[in-house]
């Protein structure tokens, strides 16, 4: 079965400063991945999905993730952060077949210091 | 763009009760999920449901139940809620094109807490 490890529950950075927030990912075969934001209070928006091709993925609000299939790694990305995006992060996989059913990591909660 | 729509937003229930969410959406998906979300759990997905009356269990199935007479509605059940089932809830929708993937799309979650 498929599963989605995210080790830092909790990051603080600086407004400005450059972000990484890692995942990591089990599945026996070619990964669907995402990465979701969700605000206080709100449901989860996406940022970027990666199917195939380029590794390199650009989503909203600035973000990008790289695809690395010998670390089994799908680590979300920002040059600079500002206050607004302060919020919790989750890294998902989909599984192929019946409904493609999402298994998300267990979330990772940005706190954005000025 | 994609709606999924939650009905209720905060719910309070007493120990017992019959518990229903309801989930719509507007763009014909054939795949509806309910997860719920849950401090350091991330979120877990309860049931899904690949087309009208066809309900598969997720990963935390027990004290719930589904119903989806219609393609844009999918409906949770807790049959008589209990306490440690005070949670948010997610509903999400998603349509099936396997050489593209699938885009997910979540509504914005209920609130319901059980007393």
């Known amino acids: 079965a498929q599963s989605v490890t995210q080790p830092d529950i909790h990051i603080t950075v600086s407004e400005g400063a450059s972000l990484e927030l890692r995942c990591n990912y089990s599945y026996g075969a070619t990964p669907y991945l995402f990465w979701y934001v969700q605000s206080p209070g709100q449901g989860l928006q996406l940022l970027l999905k990666y199917f195939s091709g380029d590794t390199l993925v650009q989503g909203i609000k600035g973000f990008e993730a790289e695809f690395k299939r010998s670390q089994s790694s799908f680590n979300l990305r920002k040059p600079s952060v500002h206050w607004s995006d302060a919020a919790e992060y989750f890294c998902a996989v989909v599984s192929t077949g019946t409904a493609s059913k999402l298994t998300f990591g267990t979330g990772t909660r940005l706190q954005v210091t000025l | ?115």
């Open chain 2, 1 to 115: 763009d994609v709606k999924v729509t939650q009905s209720s937003r905060y719910l309070v229930k007493r120990t017992g009760e019959k518990v229903f969410l309801e989930c719509v959406q507007d763009m014909d998906h054939e795949n509806m999920f309910w997860y719920r979300q849950d401090p350091g759990l991330g979120l877990r997905l309860i049931y899904f449901s690949y087309d009208v009356k066809m309900k598969e269990k997720g990963d935390i199935p027990e004290g719930y139940s589904v119903s989806r007479e219609k393609k844009e509605r999918f409906s949770l059940i807790l049959e008589s809620a209990s306490t440690n089932q005070t949670s948010m809830y997610l509903c999400a929708s998603s349509v099936t094109v396997q050489s593209s993937g699938n885009t997910i799309y979540f509504g914005e979650g209920s609130w319901l807490t059980v007393v």
